[in-house]
């Protein structure tokens, strides 16, 4: 055999059976262990473990990791804490480029892991009660501020009708590997999804997947779904028919009652149906009491062909009510499918994973964060040429031709569509790019749903290791900050009451 035969050629062959092996995998450990082998034969698992390249500074990233194990061998507190707070970033030296997680099928240089997982062991350690060089308090307002500054990762869940159910799998894959973010946001379809996750516990969650209970919930009444127009309902399909799908899946409850259950902030956009609106994000912080399912019924109300929505709260009583009782709500995709900016002025978020399946923007999107050269950039002009064409069309209808204010208020909601960005810092897209617009609002069956949980599964496990590296420190952050406002609160309620009456 010629040795300088190019290793694609010499295993063209078995790589190609490797990559029908990891189509065919069950679970994300085969499809792992497939993947790695891949790596083997293409040469990346060689790129992983070798330190030198352009792509990064790999010489500071070096010489971190080793400060950082030498003081935690030393047992060096003060030179633990002096090394974090030269700096905890995601990027630090250029180490959190998407590009450095395409050269392998699995991970990235092994440099990057090391540094990612000594990051997260010494700040453990420092929050260890062994360590007494540095006193508590001074420990504690180190975490607050490392954990402001690092920032947290939210899960972005796009508006798709019943694509939506790829979320479900993608829902799937992040919670079995331990990475699916306390901040979930959803719209239209992606609300759903969010409100089923924000209201049920992990375990639960667990358990529905195991039991196959989603497909089956999903898809009961499906053939009930008919496109009848109806005046009286004001749209195309019987509310009261989504009204019994969302209730099948999601208990009533309000944001601040799933809050509670949980420990998950779930955020649920909705879109203004009328002019002098603006829209919302609704969650646990700006509107604890507004119920759940109304919030999702809001945001799903795609124009003419569900009517606009009334949100429900809670009042002081627990009684239902009407929540601005003057204003209706629709789609919440067509204003901030991703709300980005408003979850991180909210919860201080920085890292966004996307779940994407929006028909109306999945045909013109590719990846841009795992480009680069010129093909990012043809690939990020093909957009932004393709949004200009639109803006431009829907900004002559507007000017020069005489509408009412129905249409002129969907064309305000088409320009917004138009303007938004639809991807994040890491995106889970699925295989198709088209599909039949009936498809998307009609009822699926179990084996449709089923198979698009599979497609969202499958899509999640190649972003695995990248949202397990971009995550673990402000995981980390958050349990030991967590764990400190415990034990707070356990001795406010313990301790000596040096201001109660008695001791007065």
């Known amino acids: 055999m010629n040795t300088k035969t190019p290793y694609y050629r010499r295993n063209a062959r078995k790589l190609r059976q490797l990559e029908n092996d990891m189509e065919q995998a069950k679970t994300y450990e085969q499809w792992k262990a497939f993947a790695i082998k891949h790596d083997n034969l293409t040469g990346a698992e060689k790129w992983k473990n070798t330190i030198q390249t352009k ?135 992606g609300a759903f999804i969010a409100g089923i996750v924000g209201t049920h516990t992990d375990q639960e969650l667990l358990k529905m997947f195991q039991d196959k209970s989603f497909p089956k919930m999903l898809s009961e009444g499906a ?97 239902q009510q009407e929540y601005l009782p003057s204003r209706r709500w629709i789609d919440g995709s067509f204003s901030q499918d991703l709300p980005a900016k408003r979850l991180a002025r909210l919860f201080g978020v920085n890292h966004f994973i996307v779940s994407q399946v929006n028909p109306a923007v999945l045909p013109l999107l590719s990846d841009p964060k795992t480009r680069s050269g010129m093909s990012g950039s ?37 320009h917004a569509l138009i303007d938004q960005e639809y991807t994040g810092d890491i995106n889970i897209l699925p295989s198709f790019r088209f599909i039949r617009p009936s498809k998307i609002i009609a009822g699926s069956s179990e084996n449709e749903v089923q198979s698009l949980m599979d497609i969202g599964e499958k899509a999640a496990w190649p972003k695995i290791e990248a949202i397990r590296n971009n995550t673990l420190i402000g995981k980390t952050l958050d349990e030991i900050l967590i764990e400190f406002d415990k034990n707070e609160l356990h001795w406010l309620r313990t301790g000596p009451k040096v201001f109660s009456k008695e001791s007065a």
């Open 55 to 189: 792509l990064y500074d790999f010489n500071s990233i070096r010489t971190r990791t080793d400060n950082l194990q030498k003081h935690r061998a030393d047992r060096n507190d003060l030179g633990i804490l002096f090394a974090l707070k030269e700096g905890i970033h995601g990027n630090m030296a250029g180490m959190g480029k998407p590009i450095l997680y395409t050269k392998a099928k699995v991970g990235t240089k092994k440099l990057i892991e090391d540094y990612i997982q000594e990051l997260s062991d010494s700040l453990h350690y420092l929050a260890s009660d062994e360590h007494k060089q540095v006193p508590l308090d001074e420990r504690f307002e180190f975490f607050r501020r490392a954990s402001h500054s690092y920032g947290r990762s939210a899960l972005m869940l796009s508006g798709g009708g019943a694509l939506g159910n790829f979320h479900l799998g993608v829902i799937k894959a992040l919670l079995e590997q331990h990475l699916l973010p306390i901040v979930i946001s959803g719209s239209s379809a």
């Open 378 to 414: 043809i690939s990020e002009a093909s957009m932004l040429i393709s949004k200009q064409g639109l803006r431009a069309a829907v900004s002559f209808v507007h000017s020069h031709i005489p509408l009412g204010a129905k249409v002129n208020m969907l064309l305000n909601n088409v």
């Open 223 to 319: 053939d009930d779904f008919k496109f009848e127009l109806n005046s009286n309902k004001g749209g195309l399909i019987d509310v009261n028919l989504v009204d019994e799908g969302i209730a099948r899946l999601i208990p009533d409850l309000t944001f601040e009652q799933a809050y509670k259950k949980t420990g998950r902030n779930i955020n649920i956009s909705i879109s203004a149906a009328e002019t002098h609106q603006t829209s919302r994000l609704l969650n646990a912080i700006t509107s604890p009491n507004v119920l759940i399912r109304s919030a999702i019924r809001a945001s799903s109300a795609v124009p003419g062909v569900f009517p606009p929505v009334v949100l429900k709260a809670l009042d002081a009583k627990g009684v």
